[in-house]
């Protein structure tokens, strides 16, 4: 499963639409797609049956351009937010029963989120880096990328 | 209250405290506390950026795409912006009224965006942090053992919301980035299927949406001298309401009732909003200061969401709900409840009457069937007023003859409620406040009170890499004395 998050209306934080839009192009039958403007608790629903889960964001402060990591479940959820991280989803998974399945970050630096701008240059050089970081993920759980 | 917070005397005598959430983009909260020499509250601002631009990002488009494209203003309630738009472009295009198939569809549409939004709140109940803070005195923690008592709160509101998206998903297409409110009408039929599979698990929804009203209930009169009093600014109330009086989250007319209960201006016609309303602005504030503009800038100010829709409406007409309001009111023994913890009382039971709509129109033919699309003579402008999760929403549109929007105007709730969350600030900060350092407490009440508002502090953009909360104490030399880090 990968989830990705983000607005393509607002600049940089289009980069997880981006990566799952390329991604939605190859029709994987074996991967499933989960877009969101942000992360919330239902997500957690979203990861029943899912062997591994890949979630994809914009990150804003970063150094790396791009990051892949393994995820681990957040001690608590935040409760004043309008958005969960990808750890609180994991959290909020455990919270209702769940065992959530073995799950990675990919962060990807973003710059310019201003409102009606599209993905700046550099994001969409750094979206090139994170698709192949991406491809190598679900290579290594046997899902070739590419149609 | 003092009525001099606003505009101190002398302000360079003034110690200033910034509680700054530091967040990435635009949509923080930031709170500045200006205190006298003798360390009292006595100015209190809550600075939201938000909505900046929004206006220009939507004129010269054509108006077709404004309903899709609106969504993108707000990741959290994306439904609200889509149906206030298609509301005020059904003007534009001679659509009065849209069919009967096109209102139940977006009755349902609406709907279901109330339920899945109540419901997250629902859900954050697991955590007696939303409503108070973990360093609550002792006489407080009876609300950790009432919700400790309920272990499902979690699971219940997590199935809520997730039911509530189904419904958003089966009316509008997709769970977000739905297309089907379209000027005129509505471009989709609920299929059969949908139908089924969402009838199948209504009844639990009212169930559990019952107990949300039970528990929420529960913890209010557990401890009456904290909620009925804790941050409580009274003020009027303004919202929708159906002609006959009745609740309407959709459609209806705009009621002003006074703080002490009396109907103060009724029957207005909600496309006449900007005769009603004046947007004040203060050189501080991003965020414009609404009024009800006979009334002034002093007594015109409101609250809308939840708090005010349940009691400025005269019944609401679905049943469970309906026991429910009569409750509130009832504990309120005929005086209006101004508290902000009330509002979770009052959202609780907007979610029962959420699913009870739900649970009522979901066998109704004309939504699996029927005229989708209404059509008459053009017009240049249209407003549309729908009832929020967060309160009133107002969208205004003109539009040219070639088709593009040249000019709109967007008030959201968030906005109505400008004066009545720095109000209630203020009231938490000059109560809580030692006069000499700024304490976790503080910081947890005043976030307790700007959360009761439930305000859209995060609009549509939620990148990893928030910053942690930043305190800063300044004294009246302008020094930085004291600063609190709190990781987020």
């Given at each position: 499963m990968v989830l990705a998050a983000g607005n393509d209306a607002r600049g940089d934080d289009g980069i997880g639409p981006a990566l799952l839009a390329r991604l939605a192009a190859l029709s994987l039958p074996a991967v499933v797609l989960v877009d969101a403007f942000q992360f919330q608790v239902e997500h957690a629903l979203d990861?029943?049956?899912?062997?591994a889960a890949l979630f994809i964001d914009a990150h804003l402060g970063q150094a790396d351009a791009v990051r892949l990591v393994p995820l681990q479940p957040a001690g608590a959820v935040a409760v004043q937010s309008h958005a969960l991280t990808p750890a609180e989803v994991l959290r909020v998974s455990l919270q209702i029963g769940q065992t959530p399945p073995p799950s990675w970050l990919l962060s990807v630096r973003g710059d310019d989120f201003s409102l009606?701008?599209?993905?700046?240059p550099i994001a969409r050089s750094r979206v090139d880096m994170a698709w192949t970081q991406l491809c190598a993920w679900l290579d290594a759980r046997e899902v070739a990328c590419q149609p | 209250m003092r009525s001099d917070l606003e505009t101190a005397a002398n302000r360079e005598t003034l110690r200033r405290v910034a509680i700054d959430p530091i967040s990435r983009v635009e949509g923080h909260g930031k709170v500045t506390l200006l205190l006298d020499e003798a360390g009292q509250v006595h100015e209190a601002r809550l600075h939201i950026v938000e909505f900046r631009g929004f206006e220009a990002f939507i004129e010269g488009r054509p108006y077709w795409e404004v309903p899709v494209m609106v969504q993108r203003l707000c990741g959290i309630c994306p439904v609200s912006h889509h149906l206030a738009a298609a509301k005020a472009l059904d003007y534009v295009v001679g659509a009065m009224p849209v069919t009967a198939t096109a209102d139940k569809m977006r009755r349902l549409m609406h709907y279901g965006q109330i339920l899945q939004s109540h419901a997250l709140h629902f859900f954050h109940l697991a955590s007696p942090d939303l409503l108070f803070g973990f360093d609550a005195p002792v006489a407080q923690r009876n609300i950790a053992g009432v919700i400790a008592a309920h272990p499902d709160i979690a699971r219940q509101g997590v199935g809520l919301r997730r039911f509530g998206q189904q419904v958003i998903a089966a009316t509008a297409g997709k769970r977000i980035h739905g297309t089907a409110a379209v000027p005129g009408g509505i471009n989709r039929h609920l299929s059969a299927t949908d139908r089924d599979a969402l009838q199948a698990e209504a009844d639990p929804m009212v169930a559990w949406s019952q107990a949300a009203v039970a528990l929420v209930r529960k913890l209010h009169t557990a401890d009456p001298a904290l909620y009925d009093r804790f941050g409580a600014v009274p003020s009027s109330l303004m919202s929708l309401v159906r002609a006959d009086g009745a609740m309407d989250l959709y459609d209806g007319q705009l009621r002003l009732r006074g703080a002490d209960g009396t109907v103060l201006r009724d029957g207005v016609p909600s496309h006449t909003y900007m005769d009603f309303i004046t947007e004040a602005v203060k050189p501080w504030s991003y965020m414009k200061f609404p009024y009800v503009t006979d009334l002034g800038p002093e007594a015109g100010w409101y609250k809308v969401g939840p708090l005010a829709r349940v009691q400025n409406c005269?019944?609401?007409?679905t049943p469970l709900a309906e026991a429910e309001r009569r409750a509130f009111r009832a504990y309120g023994a005929g005086a209006l409840l101004h508290a902000p913890l009330a509002y979770h009382w009052a959202r609780m039971i907007e979610m029962l009457h959420a699913a009870e709509v739900i649970r009522d129109l979901l066998p109704d033919p004309d939504l699996t069937g029927g005229e989708r699309m209404a059509e008459g003579p053009r017009a240049a402008a249209g407003v549309g007023v729908i009832e929020a999760p967060r309160g009133t929403l107002i969208h205004h549109y003109w539009v040219g003859e070639d088709d593009l929007v040249r000019w709109c105007n967007l008030i959201v709730s968030t906005t109505h409620n400008n004066e009545a969350m720095n109000r209630a600030v203020r009231e938490v900060a000059r109560q809580d406040f030692n006069g000499r350092t700024l304490t976790d407490s503080l910081l947890n009440h005043i976030e307790v009170a700007i959360r009761a508002y439930d305000?859209?502090?995060?609009?549509?953009t939620h990148a990893l890499g928030k910053m942690p909360l930043v305190v800063t104490v300044v004294d009246a030399g302008g020094a930085c004395v004291d600063q609190r880090v709190r990781n987020g």
């Open positions: 990861l029943v049956g899912a062997d009606g701008a599209p993905l700046s | 005269d019944f609401i007409p305000p859209c502090l995060s609009c549509a």
